[in-house]
């Protein structure tokens, strides 16, 4: 019994040592991470590419349940004429995980800060998921901070978010949300609840839940492989991550509030939507008229399922 349990431990071990940042980095040469503190939380981000460039650097930001891993597939290519950081969302991976601040317009505030401190003027910027509310509220509050604004699968907050359905349409709920059309999503719901889902899922847990949402979430399953998911289980196994991760969604009704003060974006936009196609759509009719959202044959999670579209599509939009 001794000796399964050390090897148990031993195993253990070997996991978070491969799924370290440092360990990441060494599958990506020429990148490098650092930390800057804004308004009293620590940020982690990884950057690397051409600071040479006329270009603007482009910023990246991941949403849940992944880190700044999520665009490990792009940042080598993007980097090859532009400075490219990808950031640790406050609550993510590295980042600090304070008790609140969740709500997008402060977490953006993260970012401006971030952008300020390194001196890097102004940017183009990627959000998927929470990331994409974040990157949108940053392009809102900060527009002399951003010259381009691009979108993966998820819209920003709006009053529409607080009329979605508790319970799915009869039989549409399935095995794979499909084109997005009767997604359920209820885990908008379930990270509501304080502390249950971090007493639920945590000490490993976290790893039955996340299967099943990159099964749920995705076309291509076998785009987010072995390390991938070592990765991301890692990141979000301790009741702290878990906590800080539930206070994006819990942070919600706050964000809805605040999106009253946004005005349409001028600046340019670009959406790209797999299941997320419509909901892009309907809301970027209003809070960004000129965007332009385009149909992609992906799931949920862009960056891993299409990187070379995705590539594409940023390389030509940024010009």
Same mark, same amino acid.
């Given at each position: ?6 090897l ?17 980095? /060494? ?10 503190d ?20 482009l ?46 317009? %402060?977490? !953006? !505030? ?5 952008? @300020? ?14 990331g ?30 607080? %009329? *979605? ?6 039989? %549409? ?12 999503? *209820? ?19 976290? @790893? ?9 979430? %995705?076309?291509?399953?076998a785009?987010?492989?072995?390390l991938?998911?070592?990765?991301? /289980? ?19 009704p706050?964000?809805?509030?605040d999106?009253?003060?946004?005005a ?24 960004a ?7 992609v ?9 299409i990187?070379?579209t ?6 030509h939009?940024?010009?």
């Amino acid at each position: 019994m001794v000796a399964d349990e050390t090897l148990a431990r031993t195993a253990d071990k070997g996991v978070v040592l491969a799924t370290s940042d440092e360990a990441l980095l /060494a599958r990506l040469p020429g990148f490098r991470q650092g930390f800057i503190d804004v308004e009293g939380v620590r940020l982690h981000y990884i950057e690397g590419g051409r600071s040479d460039s006329e270009k603007p650097p482009l910023i990246l930001l991941p949403g849940w349940p992944q880190t700044w891993w999520s665009y490990h597939k792009i940042m080598p290519q993007l980097a090859r004429n532009r400075r490219v950081i990808a950031v640790d969302l406050r609550g993510m991976g590295a980042s600090g995980k304070p008790i609140g601040g969740y709500d997008k317009k %402060t977490m !953006a !505030a993260d970012i401006a800060g971030l952008v @300020r401190q390194l001196g890097l003027g102004r940017v183009d910027i990627v959000g998927h998921d929470i990331g994409s509310m974040v990157a949108y509220s940053f392009a809102a509050n900060h527009p002399d901070l951003t010259d381009k604004l691009v979108l993966l699968d998820v819209a920003p907050p709006d009053a529409g978010l607080a %009329t *979605w359905p508790m319970l799915p349409a009869p039989g %549409t709920f399935g095995d794979k949300v499909g084109d997005g059309s009767h997604a359920y999503v *209820w885990w908008f719901a379930y990270h509501q609840v304080p502390e249950l889902h971090e007493k639920m899922a945590a000490d490993g847990r976290i @790893r039955m839940e996340q299967d099943w949402f990159f099964h749920y979430l %995705t076309r291509d399953e076998a785009s987010i492989d072995a390390l991938d998911r070592d990765v991301y /289980a890692a990141a979000y196994s301790s009741r702290d991550a878990i906590r800080a991760g539930d206070g994006w969604y819990q942070a919600f009704p706050q964000d809805i509030i605040d999106d009253d003060s946004n005005a349409p974006l001028t600046m340019p936009v670009l959406a790209l939507g797999g299941p997320g196609y419509a909901w892009l759509k309907g809301v970027l009719a209003t809070k960004a008229p000129g965007a332009v959202v385009v149909k992609v044959e992906s799931g949920h999670f862009i960056p891993d399922e299409i990187p070379e579209t995705l590539i594409e599509q940023i390389e030509h939009f940024t010009g």
